[in-house]
């Protein structure tokens, strides 16, 4: 392995990432807490959505590393080291990106307008939806994440200086105990960072749409991350073509179940034609003025067919799923339709007025996804340098992990 190819040459990047997190970061920052308010807290939703979307990457590592622990799966061993140097990138951000909001009462009050509603809905759900259980939880998920990465990247870090076979044992455990803990915790921060944004409406499915979302998120990174460090950094000589062909199964495989999760939503609220419910549908298909379809009405036809159809198709292809440009293209796309996604589901939301509707719902302008696009850059940049300084501190591999010499050598 060449000098620049090493984790030590990578890591020394850290801080150009951490330099330019605080720059992107620091500018949303200043906008959503030091500027006067926006109409639809658009500001603070910028800030909301870049940690979201980067927290959904990291859930969805989280609990492959679990899952593949859980599983002993032959496969990925060398993959999952990368995954435990992202896990350090969890809890942070969540500190940074949500919990200033849920701290700030102006800003918790704007973005989560349940916190200041008084009719009957929140009454009902008060039980659940009150300030103090609120901030209580979002601490709760702060410390069950981070708990479970430091656990899972201990043990496995430990097992590279001491050789001991047994805390492969410990992982499992871990990990049996944490797959669930996990589900149900990044099932409430859906519902709290995500669902609540319109109090008024509910799916018991929105916490299985945040999971498969995650998955998706999380693979389609892995494919691009990997690549990178096969031909340029320190998984060179060690990612086959097998590796690639199970990552593309498991990315078709969530496909089509983020499909069915997303499609039995609409279909279930679709019949059950509640007003309650139909309402989050409508705002994002039709123009409550003029009747008309709306702009978020073009974002959901690339929902159906870029972020599902056109992924299963190409996935559907044996030599898709091997040949390194193509997977990463797919990958790509992906990547960018989760975006999309979180973006679809976090940012339309009815803006009281005085017209004969009563609301109307806010558009999408330049300058608007410029900040929301700062914020993703921000926190992407925070995750990846977090990554490569925790490089620094491991093995690039996990060179005493009992099935290594499998994953080295997988084959289909």
Not at 55 to 69: D, K
Not at 128 to 147: D, K, S
Not at 156 to 185: E, K, M, N
Not at 376 to 384: K, R, S
């Amino acid at each position: 392995m060449s000098d620049s190819c090493s984790p030590s040459a990578w890591s020394a990047r850290w801080p150009l990432l951490a330099a330019i997190a605080a720059v992107c970061i620091g500018t949303v920052y200043g906008f959503a807490f030091f500027t006067p308010m926006v109409e639809g807290a658009r500001n603070q939703m910028s800030l909301l959505f870049g940690a979201m979307f980067w927290i959904s990457v990291l859930v969805g590592i989280l609990m492959l590393t679990m899952i593949t622990r859980l599983f002993d799966a032959g496969w990925a061993p060398i993959i999952r080291r990368s995954w435990e140097f992202l896990l350090p990138a969890l809890p942070i951000v969540i500190l940074l990106g949500v919990a200033p909001l849920a701290l700030i009462p102006s800003a918790r009050h704007a973005v989560w307008e349940w916190t200041s509603a008084t009719d009957h809905a929140i009454h009902a759900k008060s039980w659940f939806l009150n300030e103090p259980f609120f901030l209580g939880r979002i601490g709760f998920y702060v410390i069950v994440f981070g708990g479970l990465g430091w656990a899972l990247r201990h043990w496995s870090f430990r097992q590279d200086g001491d050789r001991t076979a047994g805390h492969t044992h410990t992982l499992h455990a871990i990990s049996a105990a944490g797959v669930p803990v996990a589900a149900l915790t990044l099932t409430f921060l859906a519902f709290d960072c995500l669902m609540a944004l319109s109090y008024h409406w509910f799916s018991t499915m929105y916490g299985v749409w945040f999971f498969t979302l995650a998955i998706r998120m999380a693979l389609s990174v892995t494919v691009i991350l990997t690549h990178l460090l096969s031909t340029r950094g320190w998984l060179r000589g060690m990612l086959n073509q097998a590796h690639r062909h199970v990552l593309g199964c498991l990315m078709l495989a969530f496909t089509v179940f983020w499909a069915y999760i997303s499609f039995s939503q609409y279909f279930i609220i679709y019949n059950a034609n509640i007003p309650e419910e139909t309402f989050w549908y409508n705002i994002r298909e039709i123009d409550a003025v003029t009747g008309e379809k709306s702009q978020w009405w073009w974002v959901s036809m690339f929902m159906v067919f870029g972020f599902f159809l056109l992924p299963f198709i190409l996935l559907l292809f044996y030599r898709t799923k091997i040949i390194a440009s193509r997977i990463v293209a797919v990958a790509s796309l992906i990547f960018v339709g989760g975006l999309i996604d979180l973006w679809w589901n976090a940012i339309p939301r009815k803006i009281h007025d005085h017209s004969e509707v009563g609301f109307r719902v806010n558009e999408f302008l330049v300058p608007q996804l410029g900040l929301d696009l700062l914020a993703v850059v921000g926190f992407g940049a925070l995750v990846f340098a977090i990554f490569l300084r925790t490089a620094r501190n491991a093995e690039c591999i996990p060179i005493h992990d009992p099935r290594i010499s499998e994953s080295l050598e997988y084959h289909e």
